[in-house]
């Protein structure tokens, strides 16, 4: 999830280390562009769409959709089927919001909003020059092409956008207030409430780069490190002094009061980026610092991302860096109990959300 600034853990600052940013290095790292189709709409075909019930808005049920999806599906035919259920998935959530929602579309992205023309364009046009900026800092990282082009809604109404994201959230508890989510069940997507486009584009990069991430397995802490890392140096204002909502030594005293041997288990877990109390926010600036620091040893990063699982908050995958991934916490909060221990987490940990 992308948290923004109200309640929430909109990260402000760029982290560097020895002058190099983060995104910088990733883009040494993973320089390969990958290749787009020229045309901007596609033909399509019929697909056969299934629908969960009992629900508030159009919830594709794409487990059903996949099953009854035609058989050895590839190459441009995937692309093409994909798509054509996009497109009937946000015709049907189009009717349910209304008239003044409409669907635009550019060579890479589908728009579920209520922009007009231009502004749609505008939206769109942003969308696809991120994509090639972020698919260049990522490249073999990124996801393959051939699933559809990339779904992003934008809600009008915030209280649209809560029931929306209402659905992929569990029943019951409390959850941070967001300025955008990228939604990881089915075909994943981003959403976000509306604004100007200013203060989207931070928004877009963050969600993207979780889109492009999709495929791989990591843990939400490096998720969020990545995605983090690479919207402040897209836009690097929001490092700004005047940006910032604490000095360095309120933060350091912050994580210092609120991590312990317990608590850090939901950071490696992903449970705390939704946690509604400080640890929402902290944990953003945890996975920002503890990513940075990682990605100094290039090689070494690149594997580790490449290996990295969710399940164990990427403990498995620590070889790669060459040292105990609790070495990365280490450096940030000092020396400490922050080992991963997966066997305590009691509630699993995957997320639909980011």
Not at 47 to 67: C, G, K, P, S, Y
Not at 81 to 101: I, M
Not at 264 to 270: C, D, E, N, R, V
Not at 314 to 331: F, T, V
């Amino acid at each position: 999830m992308h948290i923004g600034p109200a309640c929430i853990a909109h990260c402000i600052s760029t982290y560097k280390h020895g002058g190099r940013d983060v995104i910088g290095l990733l883009a040494n790292l993973f320089s390969r562009a990958k290749p787009k189709a020229e045309s901007m709409s596609l033909p399509r075909v019929p697909v056969q769409m299934h629908w969960f019930t009992d629900t508030q808005l159009a919830i594709a049920d794409w487990q059903r959709i996949h099953e009854t999806a035609p058989v050895d599906l590839a190459g441009d035919a995937a692309h093409i089927y994909w798509t054509s259920a996009a497109h009937a998935w946000l015709e049907a959530l189009n009717q349910q919001l209304g008239e003044h929602y409409r669907i635009s579309e550019s060579q890479d992205f589908l728009l579920l909003s209520n922009l007009q023309d231009r502004p749609a364009q505008v939206f769109l046009q942003t969308c696809q020059r991120m994509l090639k900026r972020i698919s260049a800092s990522l490249g073999d990282l990124a996801l393959d092409e051939g699933s559809g082009k990339y779904v992003v809604m934008v809600f009008n109404d915030p209280d649209d956008y809560y029931t929306y994201v209402g659905h992929y959230y569990p029943e019951g508890g409390e959850y941070a207030m967001s300025s955008g989510m990228f939604i990881q069940a089915g075909y994943g997507h981003f959403v976000m409430p509306l604004e100007n486009i200013d203060a989207m584009e931070p928004v877009i990069a963050h969600e993207l780069t979780h889109c492009l991430l999709q495929h791989l397995p990591i843990p939400a802490w490096l998720n969020e490190g990545l995605a983090v890392n690479t919207e402040q140096t897209l836009f690097p204002q929001l490092a700004a002094p005047g940006a910032q909502l604490y000095f360095p030594h309120e933060i350091a005293a912050q994580h210092e009061a609120y991590w312990d041997a317990q608590s850090i288990q939901t950071f490696w877990s992903g449970k705390s980026f939704l946690a509604t109390d400080d640890g929402n926010r902290l944990s953003y600036d945890l996975a920002r610092k503890i990513t940075a620091l990682a990605a100094q040893d290039e090689r070494g990063f690149r594997a580790f991302v490449a290996a990295a699982q969710m399940q164990d908050g990427g403990r498995a995958a620590q070889h790669h860096l060459g040292y105990p991934i609790q070495n990365l916490l280490d450096a940030v909060l000092g020396e400490g109990e922050w080992e991963p221990l997966p066997d305590t987490w009691k509630d699993g940990t995957e997320r639909g959300q980011f």
